[in-house]
């Protein structure tokens, strides 16, 4: 065994281990299982967003031809972004845990958007109309029913595509000051 393979093994042994340690602790405190993230943006200038989540801070903005600076991604290119990357999430955290060796994982989305919506020029909603995905996997499990198993819940389990799928109860305000 090589190097990188011992370090890729002993990187997959942990983290089946935080996977499983959360599993049991979920399961022995069903409490524990509400999370909160949380996220805030100031605009700044224009069309760019400074926005902070944890210890984390970067920014959003509009191309140019949509008015921006093009200095960061826009909001829905942070959506498509984080559901490429929750898929990538979700299929190497089952995959570890069904132990399926996971060579590689990449995603490729792309999402329609009509700007009637948008630009309130029609009732079109100003959301994705539609999304399309391609989930590329490497791996050399042959096990058919490990692979289905993993599909299944790469679709059923990515919190973000579930996300972009249903319904969430939102509730807000704008207030001026």
Do not use: W
């Amino acid at each position: 065994m090589s190097i990188a393979e011992t370090t890729i093994s002993t990187e997959n042994e942990t983290l089946k281990n935080s996977l499983l340690n959360l599993i049991k602790g979920i399961q022995e405190n069903p409490e524990s299982a509400n999370a909160t993230f949380r996220a805030k943006s100031k605009l700044e200038n224009g069309f760019l967003a400074d926005i902070q989540t944890r210890d984390f801070k970067f920014v959003s903005d509009e191309p140019a031809d949509l008015g921006g600076t093009d200095q960061g991604p826009n909001p829905v290119e942070y959506v498509l972004g984080a559901f490429a990357a929750c898929q990538e999430i979700v299929i190497k955290a089952y995959a570890t845990v069904l132990d399926i060796d996971l060579q590689s994982v990449s995603v490729e989305v792309n999402g329609q958007l009509d700007l009637h919506g948008f630009l309130n020029l029609t009732d079109q909603r100003a959301g994705f109309t539609s999304l399309n995905y391609k989930t590329t996997v490497e791996t050399n499990e042959k096990d058919a029913k490990k692979l289905q198993l993993l599909e299944e819940l790469s679709v059923t389990r990515c919190p973000v595509l579930d996300i972009i799928q249903n319904p969430v109860e939102v509730t807000g305000s704008v207030t001026y000051i």
